[in-house]
């Protein structure tokens, strides 16, 4: 399997090769389109020069003409009657055909650069063939001539070819070491990601990455040690969750089955076996409703209870909840302020926030002392219903409160076994709001009570 290094290096490669290749094609196109007349026109006026320097002195053409070529440039002189001479550097191909001698040679000016064929990888600068010359007729004493001129490029240009092809020769091999480098500069931190991936899967969330870059991978880096300190927190809640519900369901299970073996001794009154049997009934009811409330949360969690959304009158809603639960309330002689507006509408699933408000109003009934008071208060802020449930009760230390809405989670451990609470009222509570997109928060100052605030979007 080839590595992501490999893959990097691989692909810098493909790019220095195609761009180069697109920058001759694009170069190579200009000098066609551009440069081409340009030089056939330049080179049209040196060969002018050349034939006015030749018609002032033809005794001196042949010595003239030496020097010429000796100063780059190649050329061919032809009378088209087989009497032809070639000048400086041999030409690569002689393909100069005779209807173009007998064109200069009756007076016409050979344009041979700027009519040579355009070719995809082939630059007519660098190809030194007679063809891609331009010819001019030169009167040599008595005798006409053709003249074909073109410049000598590796005369006149071979160190700064040699130059430019060692620039681009190192540019690409140090272009290739730096990417080397830099390319493992670039993968050693995903490798370290690997790593770390690796780690987790065997469970081992203690993971500590360097996070001091500021750059895409520094952030990957952060965030995924983020979401490894979030995955070692969901793992402790799972572990502890199976411990909880394992002794919330152990401890009635123990306390029937050792009730049970005493109800069955025949040397028992009426009344003992009366007292043990409520005991064993206790302890179902509280397997019973552990159950039932367990199958809710994993029912919200995974989405598979439905929501019925409507809008409703709070105000109405909440009365129920009240009614509910009015002979607790009469039972402690507990106060209940309503403060909530004929206008406020709640726009959710009425069975499920049913709960909300029954756990959260029984919550405040079972922790606060008799003669205190609860208030229920409601109003509408913008698109937002605002629930507040507040009660005078001793209140909540704050040591407690980031733990209020988790699993099994009791303030008072003792006191809320022996009321066969299993403490995942508040998660339920919390799950149905989250599913309304809602929130809820809990503040409580000790010594005056405490308060919840539940916050639903109306549509």
């Known amino acids: 399997m080839r590595s992501l290094y490999f893959r990097v290096f691989l692909m810098t490669m493909a790019v220095i090769l195609a761009s180069s ?11 066609h389109a551009k440069l081409k007349p340009y030089n056939d026109e330049k080179l049209v006026g040196i060969g002018e020069q050349m034939k006015r320097f030749i018609e002032a002195d033809p005794g001196g053409m042949d010595r003239y003409l030496r020097n010429a070529a000796a100063l780059g440039y190649q050329i061919y002189v032809t009378d088209g009657l087989g009497d032809a001479h070639f000048y400086g550097r041999s030409f690569r191909e002689l393909d100069l055909k005779k209807p173009e001698i007998e064109l200069v040679l009756h007076g016409g000016t050979y344009h041979g650069v700027k009519r040579f064929p355009n070719k995809l990888f082939i630059s007519g600068f660098f190809d030194n063939r007679l063809s891609n010359t331009i010819g001019l007729p030169v009167q040599g004493g008595a005798k006409t001539y053709a003249m074909y001129v073109r410049p000598d490029v590796l005369l006149q240009f071979g160190e700064l070819r040699v130059f430019f092809a060692l620039i681009g020769l190192l540019t690409v091999i140090v272009s290739i070491l730096f990417f080397i480098f830099s390319t493992r500069y670039l993968v050693k931190p995903i490798t370290r990601l690997t790593d770390a991936t690796k780690r987790i899967a065997q469970g081992n969330y203690n993971l500590r990455l360097p996070a001091g ?60 076996r009366g007292h043990y049997a409520a005991i064993i009934e206790a302890e179902s009811r509280h397997l019973a409703m552990l159950s039932k409330q367990l199958l809710l ?11 019925n959304k409507r809008p409703f009158s709070f105000r109405d809603h909440i009365k129920q909840v009240i ?12 106060l209940l302020k309503l403060s909530v507006p004929e206008s406020v509408t709640i726009y959710g699933d009425e069975v499920l926030l049913t709960q909300v408000w029954m756990n959260v109003l029984g ?21 937002r219903s605002v629930i507040v449930i507040a009660d005078t009760g001793d209140g909540i230390a704050p040591e407690h409160l980031p733990f209020l809405f988790d699993r099994f989670y009791r303030v008072d451990r ?10 995942l009222g508040l998660a339920i509570v919390k799950k149905i709001v989250l599913l309304h ?23």
């Open 21 to 31: 290749v697109i920058g001759f094609l694009i170069s190579n196109a200009y000098y």
């Open 213 to 272: 870059r500021r750059d895409e991978i520094g952030r990957l880096a952060e965030h995924f040690m983020a979401m490894s300190k979030e995955l070692e927190r969901v793992d402790q809640a799972r572990q502890q969750f199976v411990s909880n519900v394992s002794h919330e369901i152990q401890s009635p299970l123990t306390s029937i089955q050792g009730f049970a073996h005493v109800l069955a001794q025949e040397e028992l009154t009426k009344d003992e």
């Open 297 to 307: 949360l994993s029912a919200l969690e995974q989405g598979e209870e439905p929501l």
């Open 323 to 334: 009614y509910v639960l009015q002979w607790q309330l009469e039972e402690k002689e507990l």
């Open 363 to 383: 919550n405040a009934i079972q922790h606060i002392q008799a003669g205190r008071s609860i208030e229920i208060r409601a109003e509408q802020r913008d698109s």
């Open 414 to 423: 003792a006191r809320e076994r022996s009321s066969g609470r299993a403490g």
């Open 437 to 459: 997109g809602g929130s809820i928060e809990a503040s409580s100052v000790p010594g005056e009570g405490t308060r919840f605030t539940v916050t639903l979007p109306q549509l």
